[in-house]
């Protein structure tokens, strides 16, 4: 996605590198510094987060801390991969729309922080996809919460709910939608000039075919061609119980070999050849084959809707609770093809007597993350009828809006099970989010608790 290039760009112009062919050494380092720095401030907004939902400050802190020394976060800081930029995004994001709806709740304008909020979102999108998955569901839920809240306003909660409540909550969520609309409708432009493609990304096809991963040997008869080598390369990464959904950079040399063979569309390009919007030969033979490996795709999950959703329930079952981020292995020596290396070609664990300790503290906070993400679930599920049987008019509203990112955290994990397959690293877009919902909930308990004393 177009903002992390931009976001390496400029680290590129600090560092005063150039930005092609390579990554410089200087550059890299510009940018761990500028990630680390913003998954800290993303551990402040967190905080502030808590505080505005009225969340007791010791609490908060210990939110805040324990988002900032989350291992995964930790390690995807120091790795040239949007995954520090998205969080920071979307914990930006989160902050001004859980203070819009502070400011909304005390009947003040949140005209600014709608506005920003849906920028925010914009911004998260651009960097990962996903993250519209993520923002759709929360308008959508948003939009139940204020329906109900505005007719509970209507009998008991007239007081706390005041007649104009509905016309501003209205108005801040479309807001939202239209500060992030013209960005996001911008890129899909984009590709759609540089491709014929009217999306957000063209690497659709190499993803959404793990939904349908074991289905190949059902395709039509025209497309007999794929299924052969997809069935074939299945069952090489497929034995004794393993699943592995993402074997097509496996087939990827049979496939580009056996191109005439399948009836790909070839897509339009109306800046083929064209200055800097140039489109080469090879990298448009790959945008095509994977457009047609998503048609096929989609049509298997059309015709077998019933194995379609049952490999997204089974991967969601078996994947989404994972939240390991076991340390890169200890090497010796690196190439310019190994996995894991740093930009000065050296190990990436500078100091590998260490790296026994980070496996122990991954393996300790592993289930932390996982029982947070149970807890999410659960809040996802019951929230609500908690807020059915709430009788506290003043925190119906942020009741209802911790349930909204709730169920768009859990929406978003199955989105990938549902459109292409999940692991481990995407989970970590949402720890902020997770943090903020759980903590919400443990001072709900508190409060209740201290009531009933």
Known sequence: ???????????????????????????????????????????????????????????????????????????????????SLAIFA????????????????????????????????????????????FFVILLGSMTIVVAFTAWRGRDNFERAVPNPFTKRATGMLLL???????????????????????RLTSMMGYQFYQSVYNLFDRVEPQDRALGQIMVKYYRLSNSDGHIKRDYIWNALDDLRLHTGEFPIKRGRYPFHAVGSMKMTQAAAEVIDLGNYIEQVARGLARRNISAWLHNAADDFARSTFDFRYTPPPAVTTVTARSDVRSVDMKPVLRYPALRPLMV???????????????????????????????????????????????????????????????????????????????????EKTLRLREHEQ
């Open 90 to 133: 979307l914990v930006l994001a989160c902050w001004f729309f859980v203070r819009g709806i502070t400011k909304l709740q005390r009947a003040e304008s949140s005209t600014l922080d709608s506005i920003c909020a849906g920028l925010s979102f914009s911004a998260a999108v651009l960097v990962r996809t996903e993250m519209l998955v």
């Open 1 to 83: 996605m177009p903002l992390y290039p931009f976001f390496l760009g400029l680290m590129a112009f600090i560092a005063r590198r150039p930005v092609y062919p390579d990554i410089a050494k200087r550059t890299a380092d510009a940018a761990v510094v500028a990630q680390s720095a913003l998954v800290l401030f993303a551990a402040i907004l967190i905080y502030d987060i808590l505080r505005k939902l009225g969340v007791r400050a010791r609490l908060a802190f210990w939110g805040g801390l324990f988002f900032s020394l989350a291992g995964g976060l930790c390690e995807f800081e120091m790795i040239i991969v949007p995954q």
């Open 360 to 442: 122990w503290v991954d393996r300790l906070q592993a289930p932390l993350l996982s029982g947070l993400y149970a807890c999410t679930i659960g809040i996802a599920l019951f929230g609500p009828l908690l807020l059915m049987k709430a009788s506290d008019s003043k925190t119906l509203l942020l009741d209802g809006s911790l349930w909204a990112l709730a169920l768009s955290t859990v929406g978003s994990f199955f989105s990938y099970c549902l459109l292409a397959a999940y692991y481990s690293q995407y989970g970590i877009f949402f720890v902020g989010v997770m943090v903020v919902t759980f903590i919400y909930g443990v």
């Open 176 to 198: 939202m939608s239209f500060a992030a609309a013209p960005a996001i409708l911008a890129c899909m432009s984009l590709n759609y000039l540089a491709t014929g493609r009217m």
